[in-house]
């Protein structure tokens, strides 16, 4: 017993670790991710994703707890993600994307039209052009990623395969990436890349992963109550 309570306590370490190495690169990366939010959004940041972390290990089932975390990590991160997938993005988890038939590429060539309908608030409230739509696209889209990282990290080490948590990572994101392009091209009244076979296909399997993982905003909830204490 004494032994599993070691191992258990080495692993809880080593995570812990990994995780708050991740976020300290992350934040020190001037002009990436979260380079350029202060001290203490770095804090809140940080606290949020140990909180995660001490209650994946808590659960019944940690790499499924990690897991779902992973699904709704992604979907945040696809939502507004969409607009940042372009032929040159320097992300490695962008360029990946282009590739998929489902992804353009070219969302953000149509903001002007897609925010009135989409970003309303902040389109409204926008002094210059579309500059706090912008602003909540990349605000949006960087913290979920470094958020799905983190939980990638955290998987990796109930898989003991880093390459598996890529690969798992990369089909979700394809779906998830496909399926928010083709809802805002169908709300939007934009050009369709993907016929009504492919969009009712994608929508049954984003829909089996959205029951899978849960509720969002509970999750986020427990999360911030665990964070505070």
């Known amino acids: 017993m004494r032994r599993k309570e070691v191992h258990r306590h080495s692993l ?32 809140h940041i940080t606290g949020e994703n140990l909180a995660k972390l001490e209650l994946v290990l808590n659960s019944d089932d940690p790499a499924e707890a990690c897991y779902r975390d992973l699904i709704r990590e992604i979907d945040t991160e696809a939502e507004t993600g969409i607009y940042v997938v372009q032929s040159d993005s320097t992300h490695q988890h962008l360029q990946r994307l282009i590739d998929e038939p489902g992804v353009s590429g070219e969302m953000y060539t149509d903001v002007d039209t897609i925010a009135p309908i989409v970003f309303a608030d902040e389109a409204a409230h926008s002094t210059n052009d579309t500059d706090r739509v912008w602003l909540t696209i990349h ?6 990623h470094v958020d799905a990282t983190v ?14 948590v890529r690969d798992m990572s990369n089909a979700m994101r394809a779906l998830q990436y496909s399926y ?26 984003v829909a089996e992963l ?20």
């Open 180 to 205: 928010h392009e083709d809802i805002v091209r169908r709300r939007c009244n934009l050009p369709r890349i993907l016929d009504d076979r492919d969009s009712r296909d994608l929508s049954i399997m």
């Open 12 to 43: 809880t370490d080593a995570m812990h670790a990994r995780v708050s190495a991740y976020l300290g690169q992350v934040y020190l990366e001037g002009g990436g991710l979260l380079g350029n939010v202060d001290r203490w959004t770095q804090r």
């Open 151 to 164: 939980s990638e990290i955290i998987m990796s080490f109930f898989l003991d395969d880093a390459d598996s």
């Open 139 to 144: 605000a949006t889209h960087d913290r979920a």
């Open 210 to 229: 959205a029951k899978r993982s849960g509720s969002h905003p509970e999750r986020v909830a427990a999360i911030r109550r665990q964070a505070s204490t």
